[in-house]
C-alpha cells in the first residue's frame, strides 16, 4: 500500500507540474502575439530610417572623391578595442535561447582576443550578467529589466552611452549580438555592428529616384541625426526582436514539458494499476491461504 500511495502522490504531483507548464505556454502565447505586432510596426520604422540613411549617404559618396567623410562611417581595419553589447532574458525555461547568444558572444570575444583586441562587454539581461559573473569574467556595463520590457527612452540612453565612446575613440567597433525571431517555431543568433556603420548593408550605389533636396553644409548634420536615431531604433528594435524570440522559445520549452508531463502521468497511471493488481492478488492469496488453513 505504501508503494501505491507513493506512486498516487507522483501522479498528483506530475498533473500539478503539467497545470503550470500549460499556463506558462499559454501566457507565453499570449504576450508573442503582442510583440510579433509591435516588432511589424517598428520593422517598418526601421527600414524607413534605413533609407534615408541611404540616401544622405549616397550623396555624400557621390560630392566626396574620398568617400563618406562622417565619423560614424569611418570603418578602422584593425580595431584594437571592441564593445560587445549581448541581451540575454531576465528568466529561463526557455530551452537553448539564452544559450545560444552567449554562445556567440563567447565566440566572439575569443575572436577578437587571438588577434590581441581589447574586448569590453555590455550586458543586458539577467541572465547573461549572471553567466558571466559566476566565470569570473568583467562586464563594462549591466542593465535587468530592459530586455523583458522594452523601452525607447532606457534602450536610447544606454546606446548613446555607448555610441559616445566611439565617438570619444575610447573604442573602434561596437557590435550587437542577440536572439532573434523568426516564426513561432524558430530563433536565429543576430549579430550587428551598430558602429561604425557597416556600409556593406546599405544601397550606396543604385539609382536614386528620391526627391529629397539636401544643401551639401547641411549633410554632414542631418547624416549624424540619423545615424543616432538609426542606432537608438536598431537597439530597441533588438530587444523587441529577443522578447518575441525569447516567448517564441518558452512557448515551445513549455509545450515539450507539458507533453512530457502527459507521458509521465500516463507511465506513472500504467504503474499504478499493475501495483494496485499485485496488492489485490497478494490479498486474495492470503485470504484463499488462511482459509485453506482452517480446514
Known sequence: MANLKEIKRKIGSVKNTQKTTNAMKLVSSAKLKRTEELAKRSRVYAAKLTELIEEIAQKMKQS?????????????????????????????????????????????????????VKVRLRAVGRKGIDFFKFNGIELNNEIIGLSASPDFKKASEFISEVAASYVNGDTDKIILVHNGYVNMITQEIR?????????????????????????????????????????????????????????????????????????????????????????????????????????
Request: aromatic content about 6%.
Open 191 to 295: 549579430e550587428d555592428q551598430l558602429l561604425p556603420v557597416d556600409t556593406s548593408k546599405l544601397k550606396l550605389d543604385h539609382q536614386s529616384t528620391s526627391e529629397l533636396e539636401v544643401e551639401p553644409d547641411d549633410d554632414d548634420t542631418l547624416l549624424d541625426a540619423l545615424v543616432k536615431r538609426y542606432i537608438e531604433y536598431t537597439m530597441y528594435y533588438s530587444l523587441i526582436d529577443s522578447l518575441a524570440a525569447e516567448h517564441s522559445a518558452r512557448m515551445q520549452a513549455m509545450d515539450a514539458a507539458t507533453n512530457n508531463a502527459k507521458d509521465m502521468v500516463k507511465e506513472l497511471q500504467v504503474k499504478y494499476n499493475k501495483a494496485r493488481q499485485e496488492s489485490i492478488t497478494t490479498e486474495l492469496i492470503e485470504i484463499i491461504s488462511g482459509m485453506e488453513s482452517m480446514k
Open 64 to 116: 566626396n572623391a574620398d568617400g563618406i567623410d562622417n565619423i560614424y562611417f569611418k570603418d578602422i581595419e584593425n580595431p584594437q578595442k571592441v564593445d560587445i553589447i549581448f541581451i540575454t532574458a531576465d528568466k529561463g525555461l526557455c530551452g537553448g535561447f539564452n544559450s545560444q547568444t552567449l554562445k556567440r558572444t563567447n565566440q566572439l570575444i575569443a575572436e577578437y582576443k587571438e588577434k590581441g
